[in-house]
């Protein structure tokens, strides 16, 4: 069965997200940034979302986190819960 990690950032609006896409391609520590800005209580873990399967996370989640490079950082990513910066940490099929 697939299994995926991941940590993520969310925010409330697009604009806000490239900003700090931005800043992380420039080297800025991912995990900071999440303590920092992220809404979703994940952020004091520095986004980390632990282990989990196809289904477990809402469709947009689930699409990118199954799919996209493992490694980089992908968004924004638009949720029912606002805008996500997604970085996919290992995934097994």
Known sequence: MTKASAR?????DKSSCEALKSRI??????????????NCP?????????EFRPGQMVKEFDQVVFSAEVGKVHGP?????GYHLIEITQRTS
């Open 77 to 81: 990513v638009q949720t029912q819960f």
């Open 25 to 38: 391609e420039a080297g800025e520590d991912f995990a900071g940034i999440a303590r920092e800005h992220s």
């Open 8 to 12: 993520h950032i969310l925010v409330d």
């Open 42 to 50: 994940s952020g004091q873990q520095g986004g980390d979302l632990g």
